[in-house]
């Protein structure tokens, strides 16, 4: 991390990763930043323009279809789904995070959840025709990367799609995280069992020109 605005995630995660703690800076990064006391560098005015993009085109969007938005922060990205008509959960590991999307979607449609992905629930498993990981399993360190990656796999229903938007990074490149960018043999770790690759694009954000992110799509067949 550069941007100044990640300074005091990169500070909180840090401290926590040396207590052998992988998630529990997200508590405290939204708990200072609730008070005034620190930055969260993914709090956007707008959902991901890629999720965006790739919703507008996609022939099932809404209709009741269940979603579910993994990490889902302050909730952008799943008030979203649930204006075009997804039924839509929305889960993060820290509490303030999601009493903080509560407080600024009051009239929502979206059921918020506090759970880690590193150990959801047992119920989710299988039940969502659509799920949104986006650039949350790259701020978990390799340790317990594929443990959440097979977690957020395991939730996609039978005939349902998993997005997954992550920054790139090439095989063999050390990184020093937070985060840490997928490499294409990450990204292709989400095909678990019958839960294939249709496809796996570099996509340059509209917002923001030659900035690349993975944007991969898997079905369940």
């Given at each position: 991390m550069t941007d100044s605005r990640d300074a005091d995630a990169t500070r909180l995660a840090a401290a926590s990763?040396?207590?052998?703690?992988?998630?529990?800076?997200?508590?405290?990064?939204?708990?200072?930043?609730?008070?005034?006391?620190?930055?969260?560098?993914?709090?956007?005015?707008?959902?991901?323009?890629?999720?965006?993009?790739?919703?507008?085109?996609?022939?099932?969007?809404?209709?009741?279809?269940?979603?579910?938005?993994?990490?889902?922060?302050?909730?952008?990205?799943?008030?979203h789904l649930a204006g075009l008509g997804f039924e839509t959960?929305?889960?993060?590991?820290?509490?303030?995070?999601?009493?903080?999307?509560?407080?600024?979607?009051?009239?929502?449609?979206?059921?918020?959840?506090?759970?880690?992905?590193?150990?959801?629930?047992?119920e989710w498993a299988g039940a969502f025709d659509l799920v949104v990981e986006s650039i949350t399993v790259q701020s978990l360190p390799v340790s317990?990367?594929?443990?959440?990656?097979?977690?957020?796999?395991?939730?996609?229903?039978?005939?349902?799609?998993?997005?997954?938007?992550a920054a790139i990074r090439e095989e063999g490149v050390e990184v020093d995280g937070p985060p840490w960018p997928l490499t294409r043999a990450e990204i292709d770790a989400f095909a678990v069992g019958d839960l294939r690759s249709v496809r796996v694009e570099q996509v340059a954000r509209p917002d923001k020109p030659g900035f690349a992110r993975w944007r991969a799509v898997f079905q369940r067949s």
């Open positions: 990763l040396a207590q052998g703690d992988p998630t529990g800076w997200f508590e405290r990064l939204y708990a200072a930043a609730s008070e005034g006391a620190a930055v969260v560098p993914w709090d956007a005015d707008e959902p991901n323009p890629l999720l965006v993009d790739w919703i507008e085109r996609h022939e099932r969007a809404g209709g009741g279809m269940r979603a579910m938005v993994v990490g889902c922060g302050l909730g952008r990205d799943a008030e959960t929305a889960f993060d590991v820290s509490e303030t995070a999601i009493q903080t999307a509560r407080e600024r979607f009051p009239a929502s449609t979206v059921n918020y959840q506090v759970a880690d992905l590193l150990a959801p629930p047992a317990v990367r594929a443990v959440a990656t097979s977690n957020v796999a395991r939730m996609v229903a039978a005939g349902g799609d998993l997005l997954v938007i």
